[in-house]
């Protein structure tokens, strides 16, 4: 019994995260100037690269398969988030829209910047992260 409350815990923490991750990146454009922009990039930069890295899986999204089942092997299943079953029951238009957000965001930043340098990682970030959802999405 002691060992179910831990993991509810657990599951627990991990979703307000999530919750407040998806809050962040569907709202920074609206909240934030643009001298923090770069962070943005930064951090959804970071976010496709460990997906990349951790075979298409969110880090958190695999410490919550882990809880549920010690056993879960990494990139066995990236497409199953047992946070969106709980909060989204799964739906595939609320990830879509979140990632919409994401990409929105990007050509915000992209459009009110000046800078070369800025506007390269944007790309990149973009076409990363385009690539990691489509091969999670589509190919696997």
């Given at each position: 019994m002691e060992n179910q409350h831990v993991k509810?815990?657990?599951?627990?923490?991990?979703?307000?995260?999530h919750m407040l991750g998806e809050f962040f990146l569907c709202i920074y454009i609206f909240i934030f100037?643009?001298?923090?922009?770069?962070?943005?990039?930064?951090?959804?930069f970071?976010?496709?690269?460990l997906k990349l890295i951790f075979k298409y899986e969110c880090i958190?999204?695999?410490?919550?398969?882990?809880?549920?089942?010690?056993?879960?092997i990494l990139g066995a299943n990236p497409k199953h988030v047992p946070y969106k079953?709980?909060?989204?029951n799964n739906s595939f238009y609320f990830m879509c829209f979140?990632?919409?957000?994401?990409?929105?965001?990007?050509?915000?930043?992209?459009?009110r910047n000046k800078s070369v340098c800025i506007h390269s990682f944007?790309?990149?970030?973009?076409?990363?992260?385009?690539?990691?959802?489509?091969?999670?999405?589509?190919?696997?």
């Amino acid at each position: 019994m002691e060992n179910q409350h831990v993991k509810n815990i657990g599951l627990t923490i991990s979703y307000i995260i999530h919750m407040l991750g998806e809050f962040f990146l569907c709202i920074y454009i609206f909240i934030f100037p643009a001298k923090y922009d770069v962070y943005y990039i930064c951090y959804i930069f970071l976010l496709a690269s460990l997906k990349l890295i951790f075979k298409y899986e969110c880090i958190i999204s695999y410490f919550d398969k882990i809880i549920v089942d010690p056993n879960y092997i990494l990139g066995a299943n990236p497409k199953h988030v047992p946070y969106k079953e709980v909060m989204y029951n799964n739906s595939f238009y609320f990830m879509c829209f979140l990632t919409l957000m994401i990409w929105l965001n990007l050509i915000m930043i992209f459009s009110r910047n000046k800078s070369v340098c800025i506007h390269s990682f944007c790309i990149v970030t973009l076409i990363l992260s385009f690539f990691v959802e489509y091969k999670i999405n589509y190919l696997l």
